[in-house]
Every structure is written in structure tokens, then in C-alpha cells.
């Protein structure tokens, strides 16, 4: 399968976020750089890596969806893993993640309204054929039934969508909700979603400057 997509999203990543040319000091410099190491490493090395028939662990890709004003986020509340998250899922042998997180974004809300934000134009970033994520994080997702623990290796974008709009959502969440940016962080205790909710404000900020 092709992996060319992928690494190329994966280098503008880090020629942008882990560079530092998008950079906020609270940010963990070293930990961006690990994730990105680590998820092109397993690109680089594992053939198989698109595949949820991989234990070792495969790419997943996710969309943390906001509204038009970036003051509200969507996100639901996973059943199997009983935390609220943005929407996302498992590649399922797509080298493309963006197409991924699209599809999931699309299969766990029922919006049509989505479209990826670009910010990365207004920032005078670099062309982008697809476009560029905003976090990467790995987490292990623990053993159920027959699936060993294994690693989710996570491309994680930004999509905006009209808070109005009917959501529906599917048989993986007990609930879906938009939330003011200061309720989203009370719900969650998870760094790695406080992490995004900081991005996507100092995306919102750059943008507007």
C-alpha cells in the first residue's frame, strides 16, 4: 500500500508544529518530536500499518469538529471507552487520513456540513495537496474480548461545521453534544484533549491576527 501520502503529511507536521513555526510555549517540544518519530517510524517500517488486523497497533485518524466562531467544539461520549473525545476511527487499509478522519467524522455525527479548516493559508504556510494536521498522539487502547492492548497511532485534524445542524449519532456513542470551549475542558481530564482544545484556540487567535 501506499505510504507516500501519509509520510509527506507527516513531514509538513513537523516542519510546522514540531519546527516550531506554529510553537506556544506550554507546548512540550520533546513530545511532539516523539510522536512524530514514532509515527513515521511505524509508517516507514510496517507495511501493515493502515490495517485494524495489526495488534501491534495501525493509524487512526480524528477530527476535533468547531463551529463557525471556534467558541464550541463537538464531541461524543465513546461507549467503549466511557470518555467523552473528538470524532474519529480506524483507517481500515486508507493511506489517505484525512479521508479517514472525514468519513468518521461524517459516520458519528450525521453532519454534511463538515469541511476542514484550513488555517494553514492564513498563516502563509506552505501549499498543502491535503490538509495538514494540527496534533499527533499514540494511546493504547486496552484489551477487549479476542483484540489484544495494542497502539493507536493518531492523525488528528481540524473540521468546522454549523452548530445548528441535525447530529445523529451511532451505535459507538452514548452521546453527542457541542460544548463551549471552557465546558470541554471541565469534562475532560484527558492531557491529550485539553492539548487540542489549546491548539485549536491558538489557531483561532492566529487566524484572527
Known amino acids: 500500500m501506499n505510504r507516500e501520502p501519509i509520510q509527506r503529511i507527516l513531514n509538513a507536521y513537523q516542519k510546522t508544529w514540531v519546527a516550531g513555526m506554529l510553537r506556544d ?41 468547531t463551529n463557525a466562531d471556534f467558541s464550541k467544539v463537538l464531541l461524543l461520549h465513546h461507549k467503549k471507552l466511557n470518555k467523552w473525545l ?23 455525527s450525521g453532519l454534511e456540513t463538515l469541511s476542514f479548516l484550513d488555517y494553514w493559508s492564513p498563516l502563509g504556510l506552505q501549499t498543502m495537496r491535503e490538509p495538514l494536521p494540527f496534533d ?3 494511546h493504547e487502547i486496552p ?5 489484544p492492548a495494542h497502539l493507536h497511532f493518531d492523525l488528528r485534524y481540524l473540521m468546522v461545521a454549523d ?17 463551549t ?11 491529550s484533549m485539553k492539548r487540542q482544545f489549546d491548539k485549536l484556540s491558538f489557531v483561532a487567535k492566529a487566524i484572527a491576527h
Open 86 to 108: 473528538q470524532l474519529g476511527g480506524h483507517a481500515d487499509n486508507d493511506p489517505h487520513p484525512e479521508s479517514t478522519a472525514e468519513r468518521e467524522a461524517y459516520e458519528e
Open 25 to 65: 510555549p506550554k507546548w512540550d517540544e520533546r513530545e511532539e518530536q516523539r510522536k512524530y518519530k514514532e509515527i513515521m517510524r511505524f509508517v516507514t517500517e510496517d507495511a501493515n500499518c493502515f490495517s485494524s488486523s495489526n495488534y501491534f497497533g495501525h493509524i487512526t485518524a480524528s477530527a476535533l469538529v
Open 136 to 138: 499527533l498522539d499514540i
Open 181 to 191: 470551549m471552557s465546558d470541554a475542558y471541565e469534562i475532560t481530564t484527558e492531557i
Open 143 to 147: 484489551e477487549r474480548k479476542t483484540k
Open 163 to 179: 452548530e445548528d445542524a441535525k447530529l445523529c449519532k451511532n451505535h459507538e456513542s452514548n452521546d453527542l453534544r457541542w460544548f
